[in-house]
Structures are given as structure tokens and as C-alpha cells.
């Protein structure tokens, strides 16, 4: 018998469907873009203008009865011309100090003891104190790194006079993303994200509907096969899905200047095997679920996962090894890497046909277990 | 040929056999009434017939077709309709036959002559367009039918057809059934209704899991043992019904005496004929119009079955 047989009407029927609720259809369809709008705008990883309390004694043993001294106030002068800090206050006690801290308004403090202009000008090792905010790690690595790079530069200064050139200079050179725009880093990985909500969501939703209202029960006694069902259900959203890429690029592409450096149609085409594969899932867990909440949750569980272990927020390279076994297997780690691969660094199918090979053969695999579930589900 | 045969069918899950065994012939262009308690197994029967449900024993053949060895080929010529008329809401009318055409590989122009057809024998002409969710429960009952005879099939299941629909709705979809049945069409209908019942030309009754009576409506009701030996049932319409039940019930050779509707039904021993009841009845200065001999009703058959059958459970 035809394995396809009733693909038509379905394809036939979901179009119908869709073209009905014409409002969750455009709403699914925005969703993803809105959310776009929302992280390019927002997200903004590169650590600015942090600020910064400054709580300097030094000046006490120089006797003058004024704050500070010059040699802090030249430390100060260089923290304040560094775009990292933003120094929006004076302290006067270990007291204050430590409430800006705990309030949140300072991130960092910057504490100069009473001995430290009189040990610099005995050309002993003067020390600064640096309290850093470590709730948000990013802030505080930057902060860290930065102090640290200008007590390193003021001592060689010191050490070396105002005039002499450095024995080395490091000049790094960021690829890819010259500016270091956190949209460019941020959107294509998230392209892989969005995706999920039209496919995976509203696959698994319309076959559970189905369960809900009986008609699944009524396709169980027609002679439509579970393969042309399946096939049936997914491709319409398989069409929404390839429209929704092109309308993530070209929003991309056009609102936040993220350039494509790689071919836009090879993406597309190779996301199309990331959409087969979240499609399949859609179906898989419509197999599982039992009501939409159901299918709701179980999205859910897949959908975290996906952002977690993807690379997309952390970085793969520093998972435990067991998590970074298990991203191989979140098909969104794979549309991630297309993603950047395409858009950032330019690459084309001779670097990429694996992640697009995993990703259908995924997809394929996800396919026959949910046939398989399906069949036993009539029985 | 006959339409179905079901051959000592089993169904077991796990340590439950819901169906025990059952055997039944239905012939082409019968309304075989298949009828039993919630949980009895109806549901199950009904799926191994149509393909989706496995047989843990015994044969089925519909339509000729044996439904062990090739259960797409049956599904493919059978139609089904459960209580729940498994239409799309959001389709129109139309639409639902339109796709339900499709499902059975009807394209073109034989789609077409296959809905024309339809809409005329169901007479949907006027709400071609609408919704299908917007669709009073007669017509979604009535357009579920269509959406399964679309197909052309010789077998329709019809499982509870008639539940949760209006006393009107109900009687014109039995005078489509009765047509439709004069074309040959055999139907196998499970239903609660008794007067649906009455109306099936071959009934079965299950009760968990076992087939205990198969005949039609007049034959079940003349089952011995339904009436208790010895004795027979009368219907007695009189004028002020209340005072004659109180009359009936002090003769001792009435055995049960109860009001319907203007009536009595009484059980009433052999030693006590018809004549000699009434006599007695007229004395006691009850006014009878009418006086009947009455078959027990087909909830009496059912009703006593049940108990005769349960009791031998328990005993066992």
C-alpha cells in the first residue's frame, strides 16, 4: 500500500487550519522577531561605565588634612579615562564603603590605604585595594582585569620613566567581530533558539489537538499511514519555519547591522535540516503528550537544554565533560555553529556539511521514533 | 457472503480479557444492534473489526477480508463514526468532506461526484460553507455520517451515534440509517437508547465480555426464562390507573404490578387467564379500556440477562 497515502489531505487540511487562526498564526510568526528586537536591543555583554566608589586615605599621612594624594589621584585620573569605570563617588570610611557595596550602587571600590603615597615615594610596594561586585561574573572579570592592567602600567611607568617605550607591546586583533557588537555575537547563535518556538511548539501542539478534540482517534480507522501523517502535519510548518529564517536574517541583517559574511542561501538551506529536525521532535513529543499543557512542558524541557547546552550563552569548551557529551546530541548546538559559521566567519558546505549531515540523520532517527510510538499508540 | 463474522474473538490486556471469546455473523445490509454495559467491551470489539486493535485469538473477517491478516485493506473499506463526530471545527463543511475524500485517495473529478452525491443523500446543500463547530449537534452527526460514507464502504460502525442528540435529530438519522441499509450498506451500531434497540434488525448483547443473547428484537424478547414459568404479562389501561394498580396488587395471582404511563404492566400467573383477571378487576370497580398480552420490553430481556449472567459469575 502507498506509504504516502492521506499526505495530501493533511498537507491539505493543516494549511486550512492555519490559514483560520490566521491570528496565532501571524502571532507565532512575530514572536520570534519581537523576541529578537527585545535580546539585539538589551544584550549588551561588553562591560561599560561600571561604578565605581573610591575610598582614598592616602592623604591623611602627607599630613595636609586633604583627601588623597598625588600619586593616588594619578591612579584615579587613569581609572576614571579607562571607558570601564565610572567613578560616581568619594567614600570617607570602611563603613560607607562596604554599603555602597552591599546597596548595589557601587560594583566596584577602589581603597587606598594611608601608607600608600608614603611607601611609593620610599619606592616600597605600595598596595591598592580593589573590591569587586562578584554577582555578575562578567563585570567583575572585566574590573579584575582591568585594575590589574593599570597597576601594571603605572608601576612600569614608574619603573621606567614617562617617556621609554615598553620592551613588548600585544596588539590582539579580534576576528570576525572587529567591534566586538554583541549583536553579532548574540543573534545568529539566538536564530538557532527562536526556531525552536515555530517548529517544535506548534507541531507538538496541532497533533495533540487533535487527541484532545478525537479526530486523531478518527485518522487511527482511515487507511492514512502514520508516516504520511506525520510528513502531512510537519510540512506546513516546515514552510513557516523557512520563512521565519529568512525574516530573522533579513531583520538581522537590516535592524542590526549584523553583516553575512557567508552565503545567506546556504544557510537557509542548511537550517532547513535544523527545522526537520525540531519538526520531528514536535511530533515525538505530540506522541508523549496527552493535553497542550502537556506538550507545553515537555517543550519546555527540551527547549532549555537546547539554550543551555548549545553554546549559545556559555561556551561549550568549558562544560564539564559530561555536559559537553550531551550537547552533541541538542540539535541547536549544531544550528549555533552553522549559524556563526555562516554569518560570522564566512564559512561555506566544505566546513559545515557534517553539522548539516548530524542534523538531518538527527532528524530522520527522531522521525522513526515517533512513527514507531505513533503505531503502537494505535494499539 | 456475509458482511461480518466474528469467530471466538479475544482480547486480552495483560491479565484482563476484556473480550472472552464471542462469536456473531452479521449479513450484508443489517443494522446489527451491538449492545452492553459501559466497560463490557463494546469499544474493543468494535476496534479489533476495524483494524486498529489486534486480536489476541479467534478470526474476524469484514467484508470478506480477514482483519488479522491485512487490517489496512479493511480499514480502507469500512467507515466509522464515534459519538464524538470527529470533525474539524474550524473547517467548513465542504472542507471536512473534502478532506475526508482525500483521505481515502479520492481526487479529481471522482472526489467531486463522491461529495455531490453525499451532500444530496444527507441534504446539507444549505450549510455548505459554515464552520462545522458552528453546526447544531443533528447536523455534525449528520455530516460525521457523510464524511464516512464518502468512501463508498459496504461496513459502517457507528459507535453511541446517537448520544447527547435530540429526540428529532435522532429519528431522522435512523430513517437515513434504514435507507441507507436498503442499499446494502450493513451497519454495526452500539447504542444505549432501548428504542434504538427495537429499531436494529440483529441485536447482540455483551456483557463483560461474553455474548449472552444474539437474535432479533422479537426473538430476544420470547428468550425463556425472561417471563418466569408459568405466567404472563399483561398490559391493562384503565381509568384511574393509581386505584387499579392498588386493586391488581390484592389479587394474589398477580406477581408484580407497574404503572406505565396510563397503564399497568402486570406479571400474572397461568392459573389466572386473561378473562378471569378482568372479571375480577370490573368487580373491585376498576374501569378497564383496554387490556393487551404484552412481550417483555427488550430492557426486561437485558436487565434479567444480566442478572442471570452475574449470578453465575459469582457462583463461579
Given amino acids: 500500500m502507498n506509504p504516502m497515502l492521506g499526505f495530501r489531505a493533511m498537507v491539505y487540511k493543516e494549511v486550512l487550519h492555519a490559514l483560520r487562526d490566521r491570528f496565532a498564526l501571524i502571532f507565532a510568526f512575530m514572536m520570534p522577531l519581537f523576541q529578537m528586537v527585545i535580546l539585539g536591543f538589551a544584550v549588551d555583554t561588553n562591560v561599560r561605565q561600571v561604578p565605581t566608589a573610591i575610598f582614598d586615605q592616602s592623604g591623611l599621612t602627607s599630613g595636609d588634612g ?4 598625588s600619586a593616588s589621584r594619578e591612579f584615579i585620573d587613569r581609572l576614571r579615562n579607562a571607558d570601564t569605570f565610572h567613578v560616581y563617588k568619594f567614600v570617607h570610611s570602611d563603613a560607607e564603603m562596604n554599603e555602597e557595596m552591599v546597596a548595589g550602587r557601587a560594583r566596584v571600590a577602589v581603597k587606598f590605604p594611608p601608607e600608600f603615597a608614603r611607601d611609593l615615594l620610599r619606592g616600597e610596594t605600595a598596595q591598592v585595594l580593589v573590591l569587586v561586585d562578584g554577582s555578575d561574573s562578567s563585570v567583575a572579570g572585566q574590573a579584575v582585569t582591568v585594575t590589574g592592567q593599570i597597576g601594571l602600567d603605572e608601576s612600569l611607568r614608574r619603573l621606567l620613566g614617562e617617556q621609554a617605550a615598553r620592551p613588548i607591546e600585544v596588539r590582539p586583533k579580534i576576528m570576525f567581530n572587529p567591534a566586538s557588537r554583541s549583536p553579532n555575537f548574540f543573534l545568529p547563535g539566538m536564530v538557532a533558539i527562536l526556531l525552536i518556538f515555530v517548529t517544535t511548539m506548534l507541531t507538538a501542539f496541532s497533533v495533540v489537538r487533535e487527541k484532545e478534540r478525537g479526530t486523531l482517534e478518527q485518522l487511527l480507522v482511515t487507511p492514512v499511514r502514520p508516516l504520511a501523517l506525520m510528513l502531512g502535519k510537519i510540512t506546513p510548518y516546515f514552510a513557516l519555519g523557512v520563512a521565519e529564517v529568512c525574516a530573522l536574517l533579513l531583520f538581522m541583517n537590516f535592524v542590526f547591522e549584523v553583516p553575512i559574511h557567508g552565503n545567506p542561501l546556504l544557510l537557509t538551506l542548511l537550517s532547513s535540516c535544523y527545522l526537520f529536525v525540531n519538526l520531528t521532535i514536535g511530533v515525538l513529543i505530540s506522541t508523549k503528550a496527552n493535553s497542550q499543557a502537556e506538550a507545553m512542558q515537555l517543550a519546555m524541557m527540551i527547549m532549555l537544554p537546547s539554550i543551555f547546552l548549545s553554546g549559545y550563552i556559555f561556551p561549550r569548551d568549558n562544560m564539564p565533560w559530561i555536559f559537553f557529551g550531551l550537547s552533541y546530541l541538542v540539535p541547536a548546538t549544531y544550528m549555533v555553529n552553522i549559524s556563526r559559521g555562516v554569518i560570522l566567519r564566512g564559512a561555506g558546505p566544505a566546513e559545515l556539511w557534517l553539522d548539516a549531515l548530524v542534523l538531518f540523520v538527527l532528524g530522520v532517527v527522531v522521525l522513526l521514533l515517533a512513527v514507531r510510538r505513533f503505531k503502537s499508540m494505535i494499539v | ?121 444527507i441534504n446539507i446543500e444549505t450549510y455548505l460553507g459554515r464552520q462545522a463547530g458552528k453546526l447544531s449537534g443533528g447536523w455534525k452527526q449528520r455530516l460525521a455520517l457523510g464524511c464516512a460514507l464518502l468512501h463508498e464502504p459496504t461496513v459502517l460502525f457507528l459507535d453511541e451515534p446517537t448520544a447527547g442528540i435530540d429526540p428529532v435529530a435522532r429519528r431522522q438519522l435512523w430513517d437515513l440509517l434504514f435507507e441507507l441499509s436498503g442499499h446494502g450498506i450493513t451497519f454495526f451500531v452500539t447504542t444505549h437508547y432501548m428504542d ?78 386473561q378473562d378471569q383477571l378482568t372479571q375480577m378487576l370490573t368487580h373491585s370497580g376498576v374501569k378497564i379500556e383496554e387490556v393487551r398480552t404484552l412481550l417483555p420490553s427488550l430492557e426486561d430481556v437485558f436487565v434479567e440477562l444480566s442478572e442471570r449472567r452475574q449470578k453465575e459469575l459469582e457462583a463461579a
Fill in chain 2, 1 to 121: 457472503m456475509a458482511a461480518i463474522i466474528a469467530d471466538n474473538l479475544v482480547r486480552r490486556f495483560d491479565a484482563f480479557t476484556a473480550v472472552d471469546g464471542i462469536s456473531f455473523t452479521v449479513q450484508p445490509g443489517e443494522i446489527f444492534g451491538f449492545l452492553g454495559p459501559n466497560g463490557s467491551g463494546k469499544t474493543v470489539t468494535i476496534k479489533m473489526l476495524c483494524g486498529i486493535l489486534p486480536l489476541s485469538g479467534g478470526t474476524a473477517h469484514v467484508d470478506g477480508i480477514d482483519v488479522g491478516q491485512d487490517p489496512d485493506a479493511v480499514r480502507a473499506r469500512i467507515g466509522y463514526m464515534s459519538q464524538k463526530f470527529a470533525l474539524y471545527d474550524d473547517l467548513t463543511v465542504r472542507e471536512n468532506l473534502r478532506f475526508y475524500g482525500m483521505v481515502y485517495d479520492l481526487y479529481g473529478r471522482r472526489l467531486e461526484r463522491r461529495m455531490d452525491d453525499i451532500i444530496a443523500r
Fill in chain 1, 66 to 69: 586633604t583627601a588623597g594624594s
Fill in chain 2, 196 to 273: 434504538e434497540a427495537e429499531r436494529c434488525s440483529h441485536l447482540a448483547y455483551i456483557y463483560y465480555g461474553r455474548i449472552i443473547a444474539d437474535g432479533t428484537p422479537a426473538e430476544l424478547r420470547r428468550l425463556p426464562g425472561i417471563t418466569p414459568e408459568r405466567t404472563y404479562r399483561l398490559e391493562i389501561t384503565a381509568g384511574e390507573v393509581t386505584a387499579a394498580l392498588r386493586q391488581a396488587r390484592q389479587i394474589p395471582a398477580v406477581r408484580s404490578a407497574t404503572i406505565f404511563g396510563r397503564s399497568i404492566h402486570a406479571l400474572v400467573d397461568d392459573a389466572c387467564p
